[in-house]
């Protein structure tokens, strides 16, 4: 068998905000904080840097094929028609419960300025949408913009229990190996995240796999891919807790799925 090993880098920093009470002026040698290249978005709100999504249609019921449509408004308030490709795709698409079950990794259609696709709800409870995207003349290279819709599905619902921290993940007939187990890692600590799969994968959406991140109390989402050139990443999480990790990969022509939940003190 064919062992790839991959690795994810999660990048979360902390922004620094300069609180001036009403009324009162900051302190003319104090000059304006500059905002971090480094802070990013992260689905918790449905705008950042003046693009806000906007939902025209949002699942109320579970069931099959359910529609959820959107625009993307400018920061001038206009339609964003115009979107960079990245990972051959100008928009991601994710959805998962705050319990971090029933994940969907999707990609909408975008016709007239709106994005459309249809969703499988099987259970109630709260849900949250993310869009990650990237305009048109916004550099590939830096973070996409990431903004998150939420909604509730009423009724009976059975929560999902989080799965302790594993090395290994079953993803169809393949199996997925954390390499280091289950070790914790050290909050602001860079660290290497690395994984092996007992197949021999295919190029899927340009990378030769995908990972989700969400962290388990606040839920905010830091999408990942591994670098072509050296498929070893370094990870470096801010925040202690809980991390779940959804990995998308491609073998014959079939897309599988493997998470994992790691630990971070």
Known sequence: ?????????FLVTAAYV????????????EPAAT??????SDGLSDSFEGYLIRPAAVPTARGKDIPFAFHILRPDGQILSDYETVQERMLHLYLVR????????????????????????????????????TPKGRSVLGHPIVLGVPFVIAGDTKLAPMPAPASASAAGPYTVTRL??????????????RFAVDA???????????MSAF???TQALTHL???????????QFANRGEYRLFMDFQVAGALHRAAFTIFVS
């Open 1 to 9: 068998m064919a062992y790839l090993v991959i690795g994810c880098v």
């Open 18 to 29: 300069l609180t001036v009470l009403p009324g009162r002026s900051a302190p003319p040698s």
């Open 35 to 40: 905002p971090s290249p480094y802070v990013h």
């Open 98 to 133: 705050d319990d971090m079950s029933g994940f969907q990794h999707l990609h909408p259609t975008l016709s007239a300025g709106q994005w459309s696709t249809q969703v499988t709800i099987d259970d109630g409870g709260p849900y949250r949408f993310y869009a990650e995207f």
């Open 180 to 193: 280091d187990g289950t070790a914790h890692l050290i909050a602001g600590r860079p660290a290497l995240l």
């Open 200 to 210: 021999q994968l295919e190029p899927y959406l340009g990378a030769l796999a995908h």
């Open 215 to 217: 962290e388990v109390r």
């Open 225 to 235: 891919h591994p670098i072509p050139s050296e498929l070893a990443f370094h990870t």
